[in-house]
């Protein structure tokens, strides 16, 4: 574990605590969802009990609880698909 100086505009503030851990958080990995009969892919990671899903250019998080986080990424997934599909039949470009 390596102790960081914490500082803003010259002040110091403590000090953070670094662990040297396996960052399985920075790995994503794909998942998808069929809408309508069509595949959408996005890609999913979980982070300190969260699952962020990424499509496109919009991101959705929400805690996994007690459930799993491929089940939360796929709902999330769903959401944003029809989110963008909604956003895209709006402005007529579908």
Known sequence: MTAIPVSLGGFAYGTRRVTNTNADYEKTADIQVAI???MHEGRFRVMSGSVIVYYGSEIKFAPCGMDRPETVARW???DLCRKVDAK???RGTR
Do not use: A, N, Q
Request: proline letters at 0%.
């Open 36 to 38: 309508d009969g069509v």
């Open 76 to 78: 999330l997934l769903s």
């Open 88 to 90: 895209t039949k709006k």
